[in-house]
């Protein structure tokens, strides 16, 4: 019984380390590719059909925004990943990661290229199904944040 409760909170330790650091990965990586010139295109179709990205874009231009967005990510996963130094910057950035993902999530009801509509019912395109997985990630940046939070506050 013992050996199993131990196992298990290994696991659990591990499960968590995986999850923080591939969340701070993930972001740090794609806020990099946040500068490359065909990232802007890529994103393009999400920032302009959302009603709240198409004001920025209308301030700041698709190349700063896609940095603003990039820079974003990259603090956010930067503070994720300070979990050992910092359990509270790292909560806050998994809160901010969580926001991140909430966003993107929303480009699924906000980007007509999300969906193929033309199969009847309405199915997932590339794009949706690109999208769709940020449940996860919203999922994971709960759960660090969570975790980040109850070890800030044993320290």
Known sequence: ?????????????????????????????????????????????????????????TEFGEQKLARVIGVTEMVVGSLIAARP????????????AAGIFATTLSFLATTPEAWQERRGEPKLSLAGQFLVKDIVLLGASL???AESLQTGQRT
Request: avoid cysteine; proline fraction near 4%; charged fraction near 15%.
């Open 1 to 57: 019984m013992r050996m199993r409760a131990t196992i298990g909170k290994g696991l659990q330790s591990a499960g968590f380390s995986t999850i923080r650091y591939g969340l701070a990965l993930n972001l740090l990586s794609i806020g990099r590719l946040k500068f490359e010139s065909y990232e802007v295109e890529n994103i393009r179709p999400l920032i302009t059909a959302s009603p709240v990205f198409s004001r920025l874009l």
């Open 85 to 96: 130094f910092a359990p509270r910057a790292s909560a806050l950035g998994s809160l901010g």
């Open 143 to 145: 759960l660090t944040a």
